[in-house]
């Protein structure tokens, strides 16, 4: 599987870098204000202050926690998710 982002833990998120045959970006993931819905991404993923992607807190069948991200650029034919 294929290594496309490292992030950090900072005190408003995360901050980090993602990189690919066509996107080499510094790009946070900034707390989301939900809302009403709880449906709505935990996180919202941005690069240069525009969203590009959201992330969900999720936990993995072994108990531990990550994040599940969805990325949406328009240089790829459709978004890719990670985790």
Known sequence: MANI???TADKDG???TLRT??????????PNDKGSSENAPDFRLQAAGHDIGAAWNKKSEAGRDYKSVSIDDPSFPAPVYAA
């Open 14 to 16: 995360f901050t980090g």
């Open 5 to 7: 982002g490292t992030f």
């Open 21 to 30: 045959l066509t996107l080499n970006v510094k790009v946070k993931l900034v």
